[in-house]
Nanobody
Framework: QVQLVESGGGLVQAGGSLRLSCAASVMNYAMGWFRQAPGKEREFVATISWHSYITRYADSLKDRFSISRDNAKNTVYLQMNSLKPDDTAVYYC???????????????WGQGTQVTVSS
């Protein structure tokens, strides 16, 4: 069983930055970030391979968001810059055996961390 714990969410003004962290009990998985805004479906944000050689992003976010991982610290990060009110959502960390933008490819999920961007 893989345990994932997100942190780093909070309230930020539009234009600001946040860095989310995901502490994992094991790290030999592809790791992804997804988000879910109120009344909307969960959507893909970014994913990173186990060795960090491959990253993928949602097209609309790749210029502002950056995913990274530190396997020595069992942690995955999501750096979010130039935040907009539309980025307001619960952000989830996920682990899976396949590098994918499809949430069904991920077997393990954290509880999520709330990000609120004020205008």
């Amino acid at each position: 069983q893989v345990q994932l714990v997100e942190s780093g969410g909070g309230l930020v003004q539009a234009g600001g930055s946040l860095r989310l962290s995901c502490a994992a009990s094991v790290m030999n998985y592809a790791m992804g970030w997804f988000r879910q805004a109120p009344g909307k479906e969960r959507e893909f944000v970014a994913t990173i391979s186990w060795h960090s050689y491959i990253t993928r992003y949602a097209d609309s976010l790749k210029d502002r968001f950056s995913i990274s991982r530190d396997n020595a610290k069992n942690t995955v990060y999501l750096q979010m810059n130039s935040l907009k009110p539309d980025d307001t959502a619960v952000y989830y960390c996920a682990a899976g055996t396949e590098l994918s933008g499809n949430q069904w490819s991920y077997s393990y999920w954290g509880q999520g961390t709330q990000v609120t961007v004020s205008s």
